[in-house]
């Protein structure tokens, strides 16, 4: 029995494993004219799926597996509770309502791409309203979770996660961080970062971009690295894991940190431990912890003075009429540039964790029952103008930004503040276990750190939930100081305040 | 009924277009390390096909349909046929059978590419005993067609084909090809072809073949190209049609001519009806007329010399250290250079024919009783040296050479020679439709000639059978003069015999 599940379940990430290449390959230069035949493709192969994983004959697996769960290995037991916790997800929404969502949320999307484009909040409204409806009637078939409605959505994407954690830790970090944003602005000395923005061509960014991820230790044999127009990593299998970047000539960080970042989340999939291979356990553990390692990689290896005392030479090697009389300091300083902006996706390392909090808010009181849709655009405005002391000028520049919520994924943008506070924290506690951790980063020896963090993090896959990764891996449950700590050192010496 | 019929066939096409997209991506740099689950994913898939294919759901569908085939649409009711024909064809094998031979085949195809690397015959003889014994074995399930054993796999390939036909066809043709080739070897002289294979960096390469490609009418918008080991075309959906080449640095013909030849496998599937999209009629109806369009293009259109007089350009503009002294007049003779060789695919287009024979009567003699796999070897070299004047001096480049029969695909190798012919006759055809066919050529304006085959060939897909569709769009069945006139005239005149 135990194996005929094992075998089941592998069943079902074949048929993901086909998805994602089809995704992948959509993404990556599929010709256009094919892409509304290969919409069926994906229909035929989802729905398939979802029938394998709400077949009667998976709960029967389950049930039995888990009268006898004392006595199943570690692994095969984990992977009962998790496929059990999908099961009733997906079991409990009646199949009738989740088609009529999907549609929904299909010209949902619509609506906000068309409102988006024409800076227009009246265009999106209604399809927001049926989103955030649907979303809270499938909530009321979940059951609160943690005690709130919001807490269920939040669940789902970082187990354990509650409002109650989000409201303490998310204030901590703003006391700190908000009045360094404005000790920078009243400051007004910024650093010259012309450099960032001169001509750097594709090709040369290419190889540059190929031989970092080398650097960083991404292995070429299970992944690959292709153009896209929003950069994603994706998990083919536990041995193909392909990274994607997008090129600007005039903006070469787009690519370059963008692949630092993507290198991150793809190192985590590819040292998932052997002996998860094919399952469903074996991907990361929850969006945060997820964002924990691209952020660990983007921020912590890639804003690193060392880091760029080692790798500055291949930036002037491929572009050097743009760096060949600059100083790795100069850079060093433009590259950490932090000033008060309207776009998340364009933040700096500073602000971003302020955009999140406007998000996150305003999420847990639509769904917590204080506010209405209708009213988002001006609580957003407020809230910038409160955190960011900016106010955007139109929705396209505000409450319209992010695709989101579009597409009904409330309670997601929290893990992007929650990955931070979680690479500031793994660090801290690598300082102990590898003292000489900038000198590594000068010497380009990072196996250290990727072994590091493969230990305490990758190899385990979704085996352990993100508060128990955590707590085993830095003895303590989530500490927001070391995020402020690192922001506060950091930001004071760059701009000397 | 007939609605449920075609969704169902619609269905199997959408898990055909996810295994197309899977072998595609395996073939032009999917990472290796995640090859080997890679394989399960393809097993699971293939597994869903087969079973859909030969559901008794589908048998009754099709008996129902068939008894009411009379009121059928015109699509529905060839549907129901060439369904039926592959639905007989599955069924009658046994399972296990069919599983053991599939098991039996990897091993062969392993085994083959062993006895390749040693040169040595005796290790890949004993697989192809079994794979020889299964064919055997399978043509007792299906029954003989068209009176012998090997007609039934001839069929498979090119529907109605006969050893009585090819007999007398490839008779015809070498009583014109051997005499000339014999002619050029005993003339003795041979052009200048150092040009060839100069160096013509990849880039170059590349950029010419995408500008060829949009010159040959290919649709970007539906397709694409990548760079391969072995270059193929792949029918993703209708609107999907990719192709794939390599780069030789120092012989630019391996891209260049493979790019024209596999655009002439895509713009068939580009240019089928729009009204069997989505069903399996919407193919290339058999590999004879397939090859027919590939070689239209490399050799009626690719080797034509007012073609050159307008793209030599091209080939100058990315390699002019190589072209840019070079006489397009030159440079034609080079191309068509013809002599003699041992290696099907390097063969030029003249001597190719010969060598497709060779494999045909080895073929034949195999299946309807005449020879045995052990006596392959000496068979082979003795009809090299009748037929083409040369002698193998091993194995590797003798009977092991091509990887056909190493998965059973016996049946396969007429088509090429099959498709050179169909071209020849397609070209007699067009010259009455087309008189100008030249001019055409020499202003690039290939738009005509591409509708003129669409019109009788491409957008029928496999709605007609290949004797149909040839007797309708030129007015007779295989007439094999055409090529030899064609060849007669175009060696005599170019070695000024």
């Known amino acids: ?236 299998n536990r041995n193909d894991i392909r990274v994607t970047t997008k090129y600007d000539e005039y903006d070469f960080r787009s690519a370059l940190f963008g692949v630092i970042h993507e290198c991150g989340h793809a190192i985590y999939e590819q040292n998932i431990d052997e002996s998860l291979t094919g399952l469903p356990l074996c991907t990361g553990t929850s969006m945060g912890i997820h964002e924990s390692q691209s952020l660990f990689y983007e921020n912590f290896i890639g804003r690193n003075e060392q880091f760029w005392a080692y790798n500055f030479p291949l930036l002037q090697q491929y572009s050097l009429q743009q760096f060949g009389d600059v100083a790795v300091d100069d850079f060093l300083k433009a590259i950490n540039f932090a000033k008060p902006s309207l776009i998340r996706i364009e933040a700096d390392e500073l602000t971003y964790v302020l955009h999140i909090m406007v998000r996150y808010e305003l999420e847990r009181d639509l769904f917590n029952g204080s506010l209405q849709a209708k009213d988002l655009p001006q609580r957003w405005n407020d809230l910038y103008e409160e955190y960011l002391g900016v106010r955007p000028q139109n929705d396209a520049e505000g409450v319209l930004q992010d695709m989101h919520w579009s597409d009904g994924s409330f309670g997601y943008f929290p893990s992007y503040a929650l990955g931070y506070m979680y690479a500031a924290q793994w660090k801290h506690a690598m300082d102990k276990d590898i003292p000489n951790f900038d000198e590594l980063c000068a010497t380009g020896d990072l196996a250290p750190i990727r072994e590091w963090l493969t230990e305490k993090v990758h190899r385990h896959g979704a085996l352990k939930k993100p508060f128990e990764l955590l707590q085993e891996g830095t003895g303590e449950g989530l500490n927001p100081t070391y995020l402020t700590a690192y922001l506060q050192e950091k930001y004071t010496r760059l701009y000397a305040l």
């Open 1 to 236: 029995m135990e194996q005929t599940f094992i075998q089941y379940m592998k069943k079902i990430q074949h048929y993901n494993e086909a998805l994602s290449v089809l995704y992948w390959d959509m993404r990556t230069g599929a010709p256009k004219k094919g892409l509304e035949q290969r919409a069926n493709v994906i229909g035929t192969l989802s729905a398939q799926v979802f029938e394998l994983q709400t077949a009667d004959e998976l709960g029967n697996m389950l049930t039995t597996l888990e009268a006898q769960k004392e006595t199943l290995p570690y692994i095969t037991k984990r992977l009962v509770e998790e496929v059990r916790e999908a099961y009733d997800l997906n079991k409990r929404i009646p199949v009738a309502e989740f088609e009529q969502f999907t549609i929904e949320k299909a010209h949902s999307e619509a609506a906000w791409e068309q409102a988006k484009e024409a800076a227009d909040f009246a265009i999106f409204l209604p399809h927001l309203e049926k989103m955030i409806a649907w979303k809270k009637k499938f909530i009321g078939y979940w059951g609160e979770k943690n005690g709130s409605p919001y807490n269920t959505l939040l669940d789902q994407f970082e187990p354990g996660m509650t409002t109650a954690i989000l409201d303490d830790v998310f204030g901590k970090v703003r006391a700190v961080v908000a009045p360094l944003v404005q000790q920078i602005v009243a400051n007004g000395k910024q650093p010259n970062t012309d450099m960032l923005f001169k001509h750097f061509p594709k090709d040369g960014q290419r190889e540059a971009s190929l031989e970092l991820l080398r650097r960083l230790q991404y292995d070429f044999d299970a992944g690959r690295l292709d153009e896209t127009v929003h950069p994603f990593m994706i998990e083919l």
